[in-house]
């Protein structure tokens, strides 16, 4: 079946720097998106979510852009801290409600 | 804020034995619950969907004679694993979903260890 998938496994990054972190997603069908991060040994805690009528949305220090031609999401977090080192994991749904959660990307905050 | 809570945070059972895992809404009424499964390093994987009061619908390839699923209210769903084996060691997490909106909420998670 499809599934949402990630590009780049990892990501290391320079704290006070903006980080990217990238999807692509198979289903054309999907009409939710969501961000999650996840903490070693925790469940997934939501960062922020779009629309498929929507192509960009803003958070706090997060914006989540959305490119449907390409089949595309984006995550970027401003200024990088510390706590932002997790895994981080797109997630798309259709209106049966079932989350496909994508691969995962590490993304590991240096000092 | 919706929060879901499940229990056992963690736990260890010897093989052949059964575990039953819980997963509470705390302040919101869950008309459908999910149950993933994650091993190390890689994503979660949804293993059912259960929607109060009627059977969980299983992902393909996900035993439900193995992995039983009971939500017998809008605000707990369990999930029992039987006759456990050390394959079956993974993090299992639920998530909770009202209809009234686009959301979900998930759990801490349960750490089982089979031994």
């Known amino acids: 079946g499809e599934s949402v998938g990630l590009h780049l496994p990892t990501l290391s990054v320079q704290e006070g720097d903006n980080s990217i972190i990238n999807c692509a997603y198979s289903?054309?069908?999907?009409?939710?998106f969501i961000w999650y991060k996840q903490e070693s040994g925790k469940g997934p805690q939501f960062i922020i979510d779009?629309?498929?009528?929507?192509d960009k949305r803003q958070g706090q220090r997060v914006t989540v852009l959305l490119n449907k031609t390409v089949k595309h999401l984006s995550l970027q977090i401003a200024a990088t801290q510390p706590g932002d080192s997790a895994v981080y994991f797109c997630?798309?749904?259709?209106?049966?409600?079932?989350?496909?959660f994508g691969a995962g990307t590490t993304v590991t905050v240096r000092a | 804020g919706a929060v879901v809570s499940q229990h056992p945070s963690w736990v260890i059972c010897k093989s052949g034995t059964s575990v039953k895992i819980e997963c509470r809404s705390l302040?919101?009424?869950?008309?459908?619950m999910f149950w993933y499964r994650q091993f190390p390093k890689q994503s979660l994987m949804l293993m059912a969907t259960?929607?109060?009061?009627?059977?969980?619908?299983?992902e393909q390839g996900v035993e439900k004679d193995k992995f039983l699923i009971n939500h017998a209210s809008l605000t707990l769903s369990t999930l029992t694993v039987t006759s456990a084996h050390p394959e079956d060691s993974s993090f299992y997490i639920c998530?909770?979903?009202?209809?009234?909106?686009?959301?979900?909420?998930f759990g801490s998670g349960t750490r089982l260890t089979v031994v």
């Open positions: 998530s909770a979903s009202m209809t009234s909106f686009y959301g979900y909420t």
């Open positions: 289903n054309s069908a999907s009409d939710y």
């Open positions: 779009i629309r498929s009528n929507m």
């Open positions: 997630a798309e749904s259709q209106h049966d409600y079932k989350l496909s």
């Open positions: 302040d919101f009424q869950a008309t459908t």
């Open positions: 259960s929607n109060e009061g009627s059977k969980a619908t299983y």
